[in-house]
């Protein structure tokens, strides 16, 4: 079975970046997503990024883009989300999931992921 680990979360200023990542071990077919989602206090968990292993296509959610960017190290099953410009609002836990499908138009919902990993605290203060 595929697990996930994320990792990188912590506290950093308005305006500043955080690199997190998601490690994926165990057997991992062809052709899968990456997606981060996150979680604020009393908030629904949102998708905000994902990449696809097959053709490298990514979706960032609006609230996101232009400030984060999303990579993969296939020879290391590894995915990064790289977060700039960072908000108050951007404060979460950021979680990382497998799903199958992911391009530009594609969007993110939680119930297309699994495998989810058990989050990293990213805290942006004012």
């Known amino acids: 079975e595929v697990q996930l680990q994320a990792s990188g979360g912590g506290l950093v200023q308005a305006g500043g970046s955080l690199r997190v990542s998601c490690a994926a071990s165990g057997y991992l077919y062809e052709n899968y997503a990456i997606g981060w989602f996150r979680q604020a206090p009393g908030k629904e968990r949102e998708g905000v990024s994902c990449?696809?292993?097959?053709?490298?296509?990514?979706y960032y959610a609006d609230s996101v883009k232009g400030r984060f960017t999303i990579s993969s190290d296939g020879a290391k099953n590894t995915v990064s989300l790289q977060m700039n410009s960072l908000k108050p609002e951007d404060t979460a836990v950021y979680y990382c999931a497998i799903g199958t499908v992911c391009t530009y138009y594609s969007g993110m919902r939680t119930y297309e992921y699994t495998n989810w990993g058990q989050g990293t605290l990213v805290t942006v203060s004012s």
């Open positions: 990449i696809s292993s097959a053709t490298g296509d990514t």
